[in-house]
């Protein structure tokens, strides 16, 4: 069958499969609608916090990175998975055992106090908002690549599949769609990854295959061949640093643990299982199923930047005579030209492309008088959705990455966009402009919430303002310093107050907004930056991603001195956070 | 609350912070310590074809984080039978 019919076939029958799943998990009550009744299996909610955390970002993008980062791109590796030690140990149980509905309400409760809680969807909104954002833009991508339409008309498509099932079902829908989704998702990202580890290193499994030798090669394992490779092509080692200091490795792993930590739509996730054991275990099964694709991811990298570097130079790296003639190239990068995400300039006009580091040419550079290097373009998100047709694998299987593709942005845009409508209906009008509102009045809130946040994220997909990849590391920024910290020291720190919880919140927001502000420029408007982005520049030698650790640091400090400084919270509060730390509070009583 | 109650709260909660003080030491070993402090180091040894610290940093350390979160589930559940605060 044709390529474009399979993938037609393929991406319509998932949205059909979602579509059947929204109609039969409709939520009727606010209960089903924000928290999905507080039923779900701990395995099922494994899953789709899964596929809730997994974006178009992880999917896509993440295998490019470390493709093009090799042992650095660790920090996103490492940072990502961590971040669920410290949501399972130090938030997921205590939250669940707190049992309401949002995050803001859980602050709000905590710190006796209206502002604390409008200060926490003040946060929730600027981090969900910005991480839709990139959420819409992968879809729309994905969709003009694959059924090769207008980004517009994906983006409509993409919102209306959203819009029905998050619209109709809330939590409830989005739950058991992103069930679904995970599997369409991780079947996606694995076959391929199966099937080049097998034609590279004869291994079944790309964890084992990433470390194993090339096949028909007398032992060289591939990551020897690869370090060698780069460094033949003037790049650094794969297999060691060469992108961040030690300082900012650090603070940026650490920063993305904390941030995934401290992201609401996935804190939520962990209110919709029955008892504080399973939000406990929970935690652990969303890991298990994140772990499937992050484990993978390095192999795909690797494998991938192999398969590209071979193909263009057949003859060996530094064989210029013999690198890939550009009439000749494969037909995958023909498809990938058309959309501009690839870019061959031939420099000195001998029809063949010769790629290598500009900056550190290697020696055979000069030897033969090249011009300059060749591959002009090469955007790191190709190499993962580009992958099977490198390994000329069968249309059912790119068919199968575009649909995947589709369903890690859908699913995780979903769990944003009912973040954002749960903090509109439930935390401001429910519980600050409304308090007398009926269930029937709320619920019929929160879905018109869901459709103004579904045609904002739409709107922003359409014409992002310019700074999507800047957009994750301020998202994961913010979390890390102001809500992660908050909500721990509510549940470990007895003594914090109001207006500890306040202050620290808003000192940690606003001096990580004002620090990548000061090298990205206020509000990312092009050329308002005060400090060139460099590490020249940056203060102490922090990088703007990395920053969200400090921000956090800042916020403790602050809401300990203010805290120490004011009255204690009164002792209902205190008891509060007691019954808190024990699952049956009302034990042997 | 009776002073008894208090003190079989403050006993679980001790106890509690116990293990978590475990565990993150674990984590911030396997996430911090050796991938990144160290992986020079372990990268002189090698564990098939992967260099130890790269392992650690791009596999083992993922490994470590799921075997923690359901050894600290299983021992936390362990502990609210203990003091007979589970929830059934």
Redesign the interface.
């Known amino acids: 069958m044709e390529l474009k019919t399979m993938i037609y076939l393929v991406v319509g029958a998932s949205f059909l499969l979602y579509i059947g799943i929204a109609i039969w998990a409709r939520a009727s009550t606010t209960g089903e609608f924000y928290v999905a009744g507080k039923g779900v299996n701990p395995i099922a909610n494994g899953m789709a916090t899964a596929a809730d955390w997994m974006s178009a970002a992880s999917f896509i993008s993440m295998a490019g990175l470390?493709a093009f980062l090799g042992?650095s791109?660790?920090v996103y590796?490492?940072g990502w998975?961590?971040g669920?030690?410290?949501m399972?140990?130090?938030l997921a149980?205590y939250l669940r055992k707190f049992g309401k509905f949002t995050v803001p309400e859980f602050v709000g409760d905590r710190f006796y106090s209206t502002g604390a809680r409008v200060v926490a969807v003040i946060c929730l909104l600027i981090i969900s908002i910005t991480y839709v954002v990139g959420q819409m833009r992968g879809v729309g991508i994905v969709f003009s690549r694959f059924l090769e339409v207008d980004i517009l008309i994906g983006l409509i498509a993409g919102m209306s599949i959203v819009f029905i099932y998050a619209v109709l079902g809330g939590m409830k829908g989005i739950t058991y769609t992103q069930i679904a989704q995970y599997v369409v998702l991780i079947f996606a990202y694995t076959v391929p990854a199966v099937f080049i580890s097998i034609q590279l290193t004869g291994w079944f499994l790309p964890?084992?295959g990433?470390?194993?030798?090339l096949s028909g090669s007398d032992g060289v394992?591939?990551?020897?061949a690869l370090d060698s490779m780069m460094v033949d092509l003037g790049f650094n080692e794969y297999?060691?640093?060469s992108s961040f200091s030690?300082l900012n490795?650090?603070l940026l792993?650490?920063s993305l643990?904390i941030g995934t930590a401290g992201l609401p739509h996935v804190i939520i996730r962990f209110f919709t299982v029955p008892?504080?054991?399973d939000a406990?275990?929970s935690?652990?099964w969303a890991?298990?199923f994140i772990?499937l694709l992050?484990?993978t991811a390095?192999a795909v990298g690797a494998m991938a930047m192999y398969n590209l570097v071979n193909t263009l130079y057949p003859g060996g790296v530094g064989n210029v005579s013999e690198a890939m003639v550009y009439d000749e190239r494969p037909s995958w990068m023909r498809t990938w030209e058309r959309t501009g995400l690839l870019n061959f300039d031939d420099k000195n006009d001998d029809g063949r492309i010769q790629y290598y580091n500009q900056n550190n040419p290697p020696a055979w550079v000069a030897e033969n008088n090249l011009q300059g290097n060749e591959l002009a373009r090469l955007d790191r998100d190709i190499m993962v959705l580009a992958n099977p047709e490198i390994a000329a694998l069968p249309n059912w299987v790119i068919a199968l990455v575009a649909a995947g593709g589709i369903a890690a942005a859908l699913s995780t845009a979903a769990g944003l966009l009912l973040a954002i409508s749960s903090a509109i209906s439930h935390d401001l009008l429910k519980g600050v402009w409304m308090p007398n509102i009926s269930e029937k009045n709320e619920l019929l809130a929160g879905r018109l919430s869901m459709v103004a946040a579904i045609l904002l994220a739409g709107y922003l997909g359409l014409n992002p303002p310019g700074f999507a990849a800047e957009v994750v590391a301020l998202a994961f920024g913010l979390a890390a310093a102001s809500l992660f910290p908050v909500l721990m020291m509510g549940i470990f720190y007895k003594r914090m107050n109001k207006e500890g919880a306040i202050a620290g919140m808003l000192a940690g927001l606003l001096s990580t907004m004002l620090y990548i502000f000061l090298f990205k420029g206020w509000f990312f408007f092009p050329g308002t930056n005060l400090l060139v982005d460099n590490a020249d520049n940056w203060i102490f030698g922090i990088s703007p991603q990395s920053f969200g650790t400090v921000g956090a640091v800042i916020n403790v400090i602050v809401a300990v001195t203010v805290a120490k400084l004011t009255a204690p919270p009164p002792q209902e509060i205190q008891d509060l956070v007691?019954s808190v730390?024990?699952?049956?509070?009302d034990?042997?009583? | 609350m009776s002073a008894n109650l208090q003190e079989q709260r403050t006993a679980y909660w001790n106890a509690n912070l116990r293990i978590l003080g475990v565990c993150l030491a674990i984590w911030f070993i396997a996430g911090f310590l050796l991938p990144i402090f160290l992986v020079d180091a372990l990268n002189t040894i090698s564990l098939g074809g992967y260099p130890l610290g790269f392992w650690v940093a791009q596999q083992g350390s993922i490994y470590t984080f799921l075997a923690l979160i359901f050894f600290y589930a299983w021992r936390m559940n362990k502990l609210d039978r203990e003091f007979d605060v589970d929830e059934d």
């Open positions: 470390i042992y791109g660790s590796l490492m998975t961590g669920y030690v410290l399972a140990l130090l149980p964890q084992f990433l470390g194993g030798t394992y591939l990551l020897n297999s060691t640093n030690t490795m650090f792993t650490m643990m008892r504080v054991r406990r275990k935690a652990g890991l298990v772990a992050y484990t390095p007691e730390r024990v699952p049956r509070a034990a042997t009583s």
